[in-house]
T-cell receptor, first 113, second 114 residues
Framework: GDSVTQMEGPVTLSEEAFLTINCTYTATGYPSLFWYVQYPGEGLQLLLKATKADDKGSNKGFEATYRKETTSFHLEKGSVQVSDSAVYFCALTATNTGNQFYFGTGTSLTVIP | DGGITQSPKYLFRKEGQNVTLSCEQNLNHDAMYWYRQDPGQGLRLIYYSQIVNDFQKGDIAEGYSVSREKKESFPLTVTSAQKNPTAFYLC?????????????FGPGTRLTVL
């Protein structure tokens, strides 16, 4: 069935470091891909999304490109800030699975000054 | 402001009791969802509804029940049949439930069984 695999955390970086969080997916149809962010004690917020191959989603300095050939949607940011500390979830949804969202297990990021 | 509200933020329940979690949205979205989040795990879908008076089971529906009598409301009841109900519960909605739609999440309810 459809699924998402994220790199395991936790990830700890110094401020202004480069961030990559890997996400790969398995899907039989044509999925849309999402990155959500969760701050402590809160719900999830959409960070960015891409709905077809080669699309690049971007928001707040974060980027991810939908790579069909490698079935990946890696999240990147060139210079992280302390305020980026949160848990990041990769997710997919596809029409052939009733549009159900499948979430990865989440990657915890801590940015230290 | 448009958004999704969940109440209460924290909920305590004794074993053997049913409890209902509230979810309301004023985004005029057709589709609504309930997820369960456990520590170190992703979200798992409990139930979803794409239209009023209709809903479908997700991956972990056993021990839960829902209703969708109004477009803006999708309450979740955690019954005594749910063996391990302590978790963080998240409600979400989307415009129409299409695969390309973004899901918008509420702030969550943390349920603890005493």
């Amino acid at each position: 069935g459809d699924s998402v695999t994220q790199m395991e955390g936790p990830v700890t970086l110094s401020e202004e470091a480069f961030l990559t969080i890997n996400c790969t997916y398995t899907a039989t149809g044509y999925p849309s891909l999402f990155w959500y962010v969760q701050y402590p004690g809160e719900g999830l917020q959409l960070l960015l999304k891409a709905t077809k191959a080669d699309d690049k989603g971007s928001n707040k300095g974060f980027e991810a490109t939908y790579r069909k050939e490698t079935t990946s949607f890696h999240l990147e940011k060139g210079s992280v800030q302390v305020s980026d500390s949160a848990v990041y979830f990769c997710a997919l949804t596809a029409t052939n699975t009733g549009n159900q969202f499948y979430f990865g297990t989440g990657t915890s990021l801590t940015v230290i000054p | 402001d448009g958004g999704i509200t969940q109440s209460p933020k924290y909920l305590f329940r004794k074993e053997g009791q049913n409890v209902t979690l509230s979810c309301e949205q004023n985004l005029n979205h057709d589709a609504m969802y309930w997820y369960r989040q456990d520590p170190g795990q992703g979200l798992r879908l409990i139930y979803y509804s794409q239209i009023v008076n209709d809903f479908q089971k997700g991956d972990i529906a056993e021990g839960y029940s829902v209703s969708r009598e109004k477009k803006e409301s999708f309450p979740l009841t955690v019954t005594s049949a749910q063996k391990n109900p302590t978790a963080f519960y998240l409600c979400a909605s989307s415009i129409s439930g299409l695969a390309t739609d973004t899901q918008y999440f509420g702030p969550g309810t943390r349920l603890t069984v005493l």
